[in-house]
Nanobody, 120 residues
Framework: VQLQASGGGLVQPGGSLRLSCAAS????????MGWYRQAPGKQRELVAS???????NYPDSVKGRFTISRDNAKNTVYLQMNSLKPEDTAIYYC???????????????WGQGTLVTVSS
């Protein structure tokens, strides 16, 4: 199983970006999907998560600006980021709790990270 993230880049303050992350491999089921970020010198933090029920969770720092969604048919999770601020600059990582074809338990997988830079 592999996760491939894309969509990062340079954007001006107030701008928008959409991140995508697709899982590939022998997958039976995907439970929680999410996005984390890590800024230089800071700990990795949760940005958004979404369950199979489409229930979502956001920290106050991004609530109202970021929207997470999922396409179960494509094993893909998205993060729409609006009204971006310089403090949103970080490497963004996708995660998925996946039950693989050869596994008995769900395992958390991580994408390779995509850099988001918010600067004028």
């Amino acid at each position: 199983v592999q996760l491939q993230a894309s969509g990062g880049g340079l954007v001006q303050p107030g701008g928008s970006l959409r991140l995508s992350c697709a899982a590939s491999g022998s997958i039976l089921s995907i439970n929680v999907m999410g996005w984390y970020r890590q800024a230089p010198g800071k700990q990795r933090e949760l940005v958004a998560s979404i369950r199979t029920t489409d229930s979502t969770n956001y920290p106050d720092s991004v609530k109202g600006r970021f929207t997470i969604s999922r396409d179960n048919a494509k094993n893909t999770v998205y993060l729409q980021m609006n009204s971006l601020k310089p403090e949103d600059t970080a490497i963004y990582y996708c995660t998925m709790d996946i039950l693989g074809a050869t596994q008995d338990l769900f395992t958390k997988y991580w994408g390779q990270g995509t850099l988001v830079t918010v600067s004028s």
